[in-house]
C-alpha cells in the first residue's frame, strides 16, 4: 500500500516538473516550433455557436479570482507583455497552458469583473480573451470549477483579481 502511494506521490512530482519545465526555460518554447495542442474537453473555450465568452469572479482558496463562465480559473503568464497585443505561451507551452478563447465576435459577458477586457489574434488565428491586456489561459492541471493548481506554477503564472491584476502569493 505505502509503495503505491509513494508511486502515485512520485509520478505527480514528475508530472508538474515536466509542466513547469514546459513553460519556465528560458526560452519558454515561444519560437513557435511546436504543435499546437487541442484543449481539452475541460478546458475547452465558448461554443462556436456564437455565444460570448463568460468572465466572472469566484471565491477559492486564494481569495475572490477570475474564472470563466464554468467556473475554471483562468490565469496570466509573467512572460507575456501587458498590451503587447501578443501572446508569450506558444509551442509545448499551449499544451499545459491553453489559452481563452472564443468564437464569437460580442462582448463577453462580464460578472464582477472590473478590469479592463480586450482581444489579441493568436498565432493559429484565434480570439484570445485579454485582463488589463494580459492574455488568458488555463492550466491542464485543473480538472474542476474552482481549481487554483496552477497558482505560482514556475513562479511565473498567477491568478488574477477582478480587477485584473496579478495575485501573487
Given amino acids: 500500500m505505502l509503495s503505491r502511494f509513494r508511486k502515485s506521490a512520485a509520478l505527480a512530482a514528475l508530472v508538474m516538473a515536466l509542466t513547469v519545465t514546459a513553460c519556465s526555460s528560458p526560452s519558454g518554447d515561444s519560437g513557435g516550433g511546436g504543435a499546437y495542442s487541442q484543449p481539452s474537453e475541460q478546458a475547452s473555450t465558448p461554443s462556436s455557436d456564437g455565444d460570448a465568452a463568460q468572465l466572472k469572479v469566484a471565491d477559492s482558496s486564494?481569495?475572490?479570482?477570475?474564472?470563466?463562465?464554468?467556473?475554471?480559473?483562468?490565469?496570466?503568464?509573467d512572460k507575456d507583455t501587458q498590451s503587447?497585443?501578443?501572446?508569450s505561451c506558444t509551442g509545448e507551452c499551449l499544451t499545459n497552458w491553453p489559452p481563452f478563447t472564443t468564437d464569437s465576435t460580442a462582448t463577453p459577458e462580464l460578472d464582477g469583473i472590473t478590469g479592463?477586457?480586450?482581444?489579441?489574434?493568436?498565432?493559429?488565428?484565434?480570439?484570445?480573451?485579454?485582463?488589463?491586456g494580459w492574455p488568458l489561459y488555463y492550466?491542464?492541471?485543473?480538472?474542476?470549477a474552482g481549481d487554483v493548481n496552477g497558482q505560482g506554477v514556475g513562479e511565473i503564472w498567477w491568478v488574477l483579481t477582478p480587477a485584473g491584476e496579478r495575485m501573487a502569493g
Fill in 84 to 87: 503587447s497585443g501578443e501572446s
Fill in 139 to 144: 492550466f491542464a492541471g485543473d480538472t474542476a
Fill in 116 to 132: 479592463e477586457i480586450g482581444t489579441i489574434t493568436t498565432a493559429d488565428g484565434s480570439t484570445q480573451i485579454t485582463l488589463n
Fill in 62 to 77: 486564494l481569495g475572490q479570482i477570475v474564472v470563466d463562465g464554468d467556473g475554471m480559473t483562468l490565469y496570466m503568464f
